[in-house]
């Protein structure tokens, strides 16, 4: 097969192109009939989130995703009931769910959901399996939280032209109008419907706003019955999160007080129940929504700040059992922990580790059930996701969420292992590995970056991982790497990437090639990379670091780190990560944008991008390939005009993972000694 080397002159590559309408490539049909049986027919819940449940009954309460047009439109988000003992979920709603959350006694069950108007949100109680008050919101209802006393309903509302954040897909919401297309979308940086309130709910009269602009609310839960915990800022923009603080609000005025400013970024505020303690995550953090570090404790009357010891676990949930006890959960390098913690100072009790599995969507994430109890959603590379409860130190599955032909669309796939190297300097450096289930030698490698770079890959179902399983049953290795920056690894690991993105983590990545291949697992010549947001630039820029790469397929990459800055709406993002100034010549935004560099590489590179990501904008995916095209190899660049950041949405990712498989193969063609 001709294709493109890394090293030397350029070869001609093999016959065809990539057309725009891809439907009609054998990888396509292959790509769309696996995720068709891992996913499972028109209805079947393939995934879930928000798991909820009381000691009172045995129902739980859930939501859960499921195609019901089939793969070539997006999933949908229902209520879901299940019972212990019974393990079949029920549906309960036609509607697309956002939240749920139970009243603290498990009586009472609050729903949002998109309402029939464009723009507007309902919210719903549940009581004795039926709805009893119905409002509606303007905007969209982000979370949700009821006083201890189960009388009010806090509510956290983005307004209607607010933007999401990176892992929501990056892109700014926008109302159905009846205008003519043509007319231009006018913007002045200012408006009543970018900002994010608090909203309550008596559920007698009609929910009220609390909160108004300059006070931004990202994040919000009551501390006792009189005091609200927020974390805010005093700007709707995106960007404005990274300077976020703690503050008090108060129900009756709406008036916000200052408590604490961290140090870095903080998340996922919740007040005790009887208003005595604030917990919060505080963390060097590079997403909204994806916080994971160090566990704080704050008096609200004295304004201290304790710092809890965790067992070197990186904290990324939390919620109270009690007044006095935390449950928690979080990453301690290849493990995934669930614990409590006693506010007290009593210390840390681990209700559950493993490496075997992991829970939650974005970051690891359970629900306190009685007291020890929890309730997660679990799953692996090779399992997938299933309800869980964890009593007594062990975990017992409620109800698999698997799909009649999953398990045989799965055989073959390999399992995700854990895997450690050394880096340059000696440090250890952690991952997974995805092997073919049997090699008589070295075979083909594809890198697949974690977004962030603050995040981490964990032993995740297959199904999450785009191209992976569909290049593993054609004898490839998948290295899932987790380089200085990432999560799970303490402060000091995660903040070694500020100011040096696209160095020492870089080199990282490389040393666990070299160790794959001295190991006889990989075939020096036949490397490849990819990765989303973090991950695609480090996708376009590990070819001009290293002669190793015989492909690339950056997804939502930064390509050059000076438009990147004016054009996205986080540019705190990368002031912050690069520590260098975006006005001036020279500096890290110059010197680590790949589009300045990529030129000199010959890889050929596939570039895939979302039309409507705000987070890196398409054009940052264009500099990329302009640069790559420069180079004299192939480049092709697909940009979805209806997709935001990291193409996550339907069939958008069936259409990229068999692009993937197609680029690949191409350009440097599968295992000859791998069997699957």
Not at 188 to 210: F, K, S, V
Not at 220 to 227: I, L, N, P, Q, Y
Not at 560 to 568: I, L, V
Request: proline letters at 6%; hydrophobic letters at 40%.
């Amino acid at each position: 097969m001709s294709r493109v080397r890394n090293s030397g002159s350029v070869i001609a590559p093999a016959a065809g192109r990539m057309s725009g309408d891809f439907r009609s490539a054998a990888e396509f049909a292959e790509a769309q009939g696996l995720y068709a049986a891992l996913f499972g027919p028109d209805g079947h819940v393939f995934a879930a989130r928000s798991l909820c449940g009381h000691t009172s009954d045995d129902a739980m309460f859930f939501i859960g995703q499921s195609f019901e047009g089939g793969l070539d439109s997006a999933p949908v988000s229902r209520l879901y009931q299940v019972r212990r003992g019974d393990g079949s979920p029920r549906r309960l709603n036609d509607a697309e769910t956002r939240q749920i959350s139970l009243s603290p006694d498990g009586q009472i069950l609050a729903v949002a959901y998109a309402g029939g108007e464009a723009g507007v949100d309902r919210i719903e109680i549940w009581s004795a399996g039926e709805g009893t008050a119905l409002a509606d919101v303007p905007g969209r209802i982000e979370m949700i939280d009821w006083s201890p006393d189960g009388q009010r309903l806090l509510l956290v509302v983005a307004g209607t032209g607010a933007d999401l954040a990176g892992i929501h897909g990056g892109y700014a919401q926008k109302q159905k109008t009846d205008a003519p297309a043509w007319l231009p979308e006018v913007g002045w940086g200012e408006g009543e419907d970018l900002w994010r309130r608090i909203w309550l709910w008596d559920m007698q009269a009609e929910p009220a706003p609390l909160t108004s602009a300059p006070v931004n609310v990202w994040e919000a839960s009551w501390c006792g019955t009189d005091r609200i915990a927020a974390v805010t800022s005093d700007d709707h923009g995106e960007g404005s999160w990274y300077a976020a603080k703690l503050s008090l609000i108060d129900p009756k005025s709406g008036s916000a007080r200052l408590l604490h400013t961290p140090r870095d970024q903080i998340g996922v505020p919740r007040g005790s129940p009887d208003g005595a303690r604030i917990a919060f995550i505080e963390a060097f953090c590079s997403d909204r929504g994806l916080v994971a570090g160090q566990l704080s404790i704050l008096d609200p009357l004295s304004g201290e700040v304790a710092i809890v010891p965790t067992n070197l676990i990186d904290v990324t949930s939390i919620e109270w059992r009690s007044a006095t006890s935390l449950h928690m959960a979080g990453i301690r390098s290849h493990e995934t922990v669930v614990a409590d913690c006693d506010a007290s100072g009593a210390g840390v009790i681990e209700r559950w580790s493993s490496t075997e599995l992991t829970c939650g969507e974005w970051a690891p994430s359970s629900a306190p059930v009685g007291a020890a109890g929890s309730l997660l959603i679990a799953e692996a590379y090779d399992r997938p996701p299933f309800l869980a409860e964890i009593a007594d130190g062990g975990l017992r599955e409620l109800a698999s969420l698997v799909a009649s032909d999953a398990q045989s669309a799965m055989a073959g796939r390999g399992k995700a292992e854990p895997f450690s190297w050394r880096a340059r300097d000696g440090l250890e450096i952690q991952g997974w590995l995805v092997r073919p289930r049997a090699s008589a030698g070295p075979t083909p490698l594809l890198v697949d970056i974690h977004g962030g770079p603050i995040s981490s890959h964990r032993n995740r179902w297959m199904a999450r991982t785009r191209a992976a399983p569909l290049l593993v049953s054609r004898g490839w290795t998948i290295l899932f790497p987790n380089p200085r920056g990432s999560t799970g690894r303490g402060d000091a690991f995660a903040r070694a990437v500020q100011g040096d993105m696209g160095g020492a983590d870089a080199d990282d990545i490389l040393s666990g090639i070299d160790a794959l291949v001295e190991k006889g697992l990989v075939d020096r010549g036949r490397v490849a990379v990819t990765g989303t947001s973090y991950g695609g630039f480090m996708s376009a820029w590990l070819p001009t670091r290293s002669d190793r790469f015989a492909a690339a397929i950056p997804i939502s990459p930064v390509g050059d780190w000076y438009s990147q800055h004016r054009t996205t709406q986080i540019p705190e993002f990368d002031a912050l990560m690069l520590e260098s100034s975006p006005w001036e010549e020279g500096g890290a935004y110059f010197t680590r944008s790949p589009a300045f560099y990529r030129q000199l590489s010959k890889v050929p590179t596939l570039v895939m991008a979302g039309g409507i990501d705000k987070s890196t904008p398409p054009g940052q995916a264009l500099e990329c390939h302009f640069a790559a095209l420069r180079s004299g190899s192939p480049s092709a660049l697909a940009t979805y005009p209806n997709a935001g950041h990291s193409l996550r949405g339907y069939p958008e990712y069936i259409d990229t993972a068999a692009r993937i498989v197609w680029w690949l193969e191409t350009y440097v063609g599968g295992s000859s000694t791998a069997t699957v």
